[in-house]
């Protein structure tokens, strides 16, 4: 279905033509949804843009455009106002045909894209044998965000997880662990994670201090890299013990990523190194192979390198980043690749497009993009850390917002006088406080920092999981003490007279233009407000307007405007990666 932003646009730009003639077929018509209500639902600021090109006043342009638009249909009254602002009010039958076509329809009216073009999602992307941190939270949270919203319009998403599994750090792991703790290379699960994590420490240490021992480790990163079989294997060994661990957040987070981590890319890097050379971008400096960027410069105002091969031969990040981004763009056949990293990585991936660029590594149809976002702060607005200052575990988070949202639960149940099954508490509490974190990070613009907080995203007042999950949690209600189904309201005639029902449908019907943008802008809490002011907006409803006690035809029209409510919130939370509780 045709967003009501796109119906009007569309509307424009033909009383455009009617009006002045095909030379304005291409102007922009210039529609934004009202800011105010007051000026109506919908405005085109197009007529004070054309006062030069049409020598006329800008309120004779648009005397003449809504004299040309053919909108009797759709709006009750077309105003102007000002200066030449064209503002529609839409009439309420209009709306509820909208509403009556998006009722039968799973997708609520939003289309498909055609054709189903390829969208590469680089998340999440921790790193073996190091812990995933609050970073990796968060790229894992709005990553899988970003990957669900696209995937319901309906493109080919391929979830990658660029895991951290190649390099030196192997080497210098494998040699230490071949003294101190033999075992760890060829039994599985010898080790878990946090002793990995301590190994990596030390075997850091020893490799910063002793030389020999450099020199050992280097030697595992070469018969690595050469498919020696006992290194490989051990290598192996390290990333099944990570990978098991990763998966166990991955689990309760309820995300789907396929694993193609920087080893993958190792037998093409040596390409990347000739596509350079052959392009005349190569520059040795101090002995490393590199590209010198435009518009990078340090601090003496000298342009900076991008290194792909280090002294001794070794690859880095950003050539594997280069070899990947090759192999999406050719073998995965990717029409927009899209990397959610923290905003420190926006440099090393600027500088990797550049040199892609460059290099003709990809060509203009295709769109990379970053997706930067900040830090995780604790309350007292530092980065986050525990009470002791260590790093925090991300298992630990997520238990503890689990166990606070169940202590909240029995609290509230036990004010209430209401029994309820241990399994339910259960289920409650987990659903409640995991969505409260996901709902957190989600509904911050994501660039910039934000406070974590379990009093706040816990909180069922404000812009938090638990108010909509509650708004929805109410609709069910209606349904139930009604004894209604309702996938039987089907065809109903809808009316819509107060202005809590319209205010409602209105916003009902703008899912498809948030979806729209988030898809376009790659924002989710974008997504977070609407369904904010969607929950906002049925409340105000439902405590207006009586919808059991309501006498025919409102009270079907409001059963149906109740289940319209549910099923977008159901949909827009599920684009978030939340589920919905029936009751709570
Ligand atoms: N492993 C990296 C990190 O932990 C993130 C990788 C992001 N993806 C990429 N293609 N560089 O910071």
Same mark, same amino acid.
């Given at each position: 279905?045709?967003?009501?932003?796109?119906?009007?646009?569309?509307? $424009?730009?033909?009383?455009?033509?009617?009006?002045?003639?095909?030379?304005?077929?291409?102007?922009?018509?210039?529609?934004?949804?009202?800011?105010?209500?007051? &000026?109506?639902?919908?405005?085109?600021?197009?007529?004070? +843009?054309?006062?030069?090109?049409?020598?006329?006043?800008?309120? @004779?342009?648009?005397?003449?455009?809504?004299?040309?638009?053919?909108?009797?249909?759709?709006?009750?009254?077309?105003?102007? *106002?000002?200066?030449? #602002?064209?503002? #529609?009010?839409?009439?309420?039958?209009?709306?509820?045909?909208?509403?009556?076509?998006?009722?039968?329809?799973?997708?609520?009216?939003?289309?498909?894209?055609?054709?189903?073009?390829?969208?590469?999602?680089?998340?999440?992307?921790?790193?073996?044998?190091?812990?995933?941190?609050?970073?990796?939270?968060?790229?894992?949270?709005?990553?899988?965000?970003?990957?669900?919203?696209?995937?319901?319009?309906? !493109?080919?998403?391929?979830?990658?997880?660029?895991?951290?599994?190649?390099?030196?750090?192997?080497?210098?792991?494998?040699?230490?662990?071949?003294?101190?703790?033999?075992?760890?290379?060829?039994?599985?699960?010898?080790?878990?994670?946090?002793?990995?994590? +301590?190994?990596?420490?030390?075997?850091?240490?020893? &490799?910063?201090?002793?030389?020999?021992?450099?020199?050992?480790?280097?030697?595992?990163?070469?018969?690595?890299?050469?498919?020696?079989? =006992?290194?490989? /294997?051990?290598?192996?060994?390290?990333?099944?013990?990570?990978?098991?661990?990763?998966?166990?957040?991955?689990?309760?987070?309820?995300?789907?990523?396929?694993?193609?981590?920087? +080893?993958?890319?190792?037998?093409?890097?040596?390409?990347?190194?000739?596509?350079?050379?052959?392009?005349?971008?190569?520059?040795?400096? *101090?002995?490393?192979?590199?590209? #010198?960027?435009?518009?990078?410069?340090?601090?003496?105002?000298?342009?900076?390198?991008?290194?792909?091969?280090?002294?001794?031969?070794?690859?880095? !990040?950003?050539?594997?980043?280069?070899?990947?981004? @090759?192999?999406?763009?050719?073998?995965?056949?990717?029409?927009?690749?899209?990397?959610?990293?923290?905003?420190?990585?926006?440099?090393?991936?600027?500088?990797?497009?550049?040199?892609?660029?460059?290099?003709?590594?990809?060509?203009?149809?295709?769109?990379?993009? /970053?997706?930067?976002?900040?830090?995780?702060?604790?309350?007292?607005?530092?980065?986050?850390?525990?009470? +002791?200052?260590?790093? $925090?575990?991300?298992?630990?988070?997520?238990?503890?917002?689990?166990?606070? *949202?169940?202590? =909240?639960?029995?609290?509230?149940?036990?004010? =209430?006088?209401?029994?309820?099954?241990?399994?339910?508490?259960?289920?409650?509490?987990?659903?409640?406080?995991?969505?409260?974190?996901?709902?957190?990070?989600?509904?911050?613009?994501?660039?910039?920092?934000?406070?974590?907080? !379990?009093?706040?995203?816990?909180?069922?007042?404000?812009?938090?999981?638990?108010?909509?999950?509650?708004?929805? $949690?109410?609709?069910?209600?209606?349904?139930?003490?009604?004894?209604?189904?309702?996938?039987?309201?089907?065809?109903?005639?809808?009316?819509?007279? %107060?202005?809590?029902?319209?205010?409602?449908?209105?916003?009902?019907?703008?899912?498809?233009?948030?979806?729209? %943008?988030?898809?376009?802008?790659?924002?989710?809490?974008?997504?977070?407000?609407?369904?904010?002011?969607?929950?906002?907006? #049925?409340?105000?409803?439902?405590?207006?307007?009586?919808?059991?006690?309501?006498?025919?035809?409102?009270?079907?029209?409001?059963?149906?405007?109740?289940?319209?409510? *549910?099923?977008?919130?159901?949909?827009?939370?599920?684009?978030?990666?939340?589920?919905?509780?029936?009751?709570?």
């Amino acid at each position: 279905m045709q967003s009501l932003l796109e119906v009007f646009k569309q509307k $424009v730009q033909e009383a455009l033509v009617t009006g002045f003639g095909a030379e304005l077929a291409n102007t922009d018509p210039l529609v934004t949804p009202s800011t105010n209500p007051k &000026f109506g639902d919908y405005q085109s600021n197009v007529a004070l +843009s054309l006062p030069k090109k049409l020598k006329q006043a800008p309120r @004779k342009i648009a005397e003449t455009i809504v004299a040309n638009l053919n909108v009797a249909d759709i709006c009750e009254t077309v105003e102007i *106002a000002g200066p030449g #602002f064209i503002n #529609f009010i839409l009439k309420p039958g209009y709306l509820a045909n909208l509403l009556s076509e998006i009722q039968g329809d799973v997708r609520l009216g939003i289309e498909r894209v055609q054709p189903a073009s390829k969208v590469v999602v680089d998340f999440s992307s921790p790193n073996i044998a190091k812990e995933m941190h609050v970073g990796h939270l968060r790229s894992t949270i709005i990553g899988d965000c970003i990957a669900r919203i696209l995937e319901f319009r309906g !493109y080919d998403v391929l979830r990658l997880n660029h895991v951290g599994d190649w390099g030196t750090q192997f080497g210098m792991l494998i040699a230490y662990l071949r003294e101190a703790y033999p075992e760890a290379l060829t039994t599985a699960n010898a080790l878990d994670i946090g002793d990995l994590v +301590s190994f990596y420490k030390k075997a850091k240490a020893r &490799f910063d201090q002793d030389a020999e021992f450099k020199e050992t480790a280097r030697q595992e990163v070469v018969k690595l890299q050469a498919g020696a079989e =006992d290194t490989r /294997h051990a290598w192996q060994l390290l990333c099944d013990q990570s990978r098991r661990e990763f998966q166990v957040i991955y689990e309760i987070l309820d995300i789907k990523i396929t694993e193609r981590g920087e +080893s993958f890319y190792n037998p093409f890097l040596p390409e990347i190194i000739n596509i350079l050379e052959t392009q005349n971008l190569l520059e040795e400096d *101090a002995g490393a192979k590199c590209v #010198f960027l435009e518009g990078f410069t340090n601090k003496d105002g000298d342009p900076l390198p991008l290194i792909v091969q280090k002294t001794d031969g070794g690859f880095n !990040y950003a050539t594997t980043d280069l070899a990947a981004l @090759k192999y999406r763009i050719e073998q995965d056949n990717a029409k927009r690749i899209i990397y959610v990293t923290d905003a420190g990585q926006a440099n090393h991936f600027a500088a990797v497009f550049q040199v892609a660029e460059k290099a003709g590594i990809f060509p203009d149809k295709i769109e990379v993009v /970053h997706v930067p976002f900040g830090l995780v702060l604790g309350e007292d607005g530092k980065k986050l850390k525990t009470r +002791s200052g260590e790093t $925090v575990k991300l298992k630990d988070l997520l238990d503890e917002a689990v166990t606070e *949202a169940t202590r =909240d639960l029995k609290d509230r149940l036990e004010q =209430d006088n209401r029994e309820e099954s241990i399994e339910f508490i259960n289920k409650v509490g987990q659903v409640i406080g995991i969505s409260a974190v996901k709902y957190a990070d989600l509904s911050q613009n994501r660039t910039t920092d934000y406070k974590f907080s !379990y009093d706040k995203m816990l909180a069922l007042k404000g812009n938090t999981a638990p108010y909509l999950l509650y708004a929805y $949690v109410r609709t069910q209600g209606i349904s139930r003490k009604g004894n209604i189904d309702f996938s039987h309201l089907q065809g109903a005639k809808i009316v819509l007279e %107060e202005a809590a029902e319209l205010i409602l449908v209105k916003h009902l019907l703008k899912l498809g233009e948030v979806i729209q %943008e988030v898809e376009r802008d790659l924002l989710p809490n974008r997504l977070c407000q609407y369904l904010f002011e969607l929950s906002q907006k #049925f409340n105000q409803f439902f405590e207006n307007c009586p919808v059991l006690q309501a006498e025919e035809p409102q009270r079907t029209s409001r059963l149906i405007l109740a289940d319209l409510s *549910a099923r977008t919130l159901k949909l827009g939370l599920s684009l978030l990666g939340i589920e919905v509780l029936e009751r709570m």
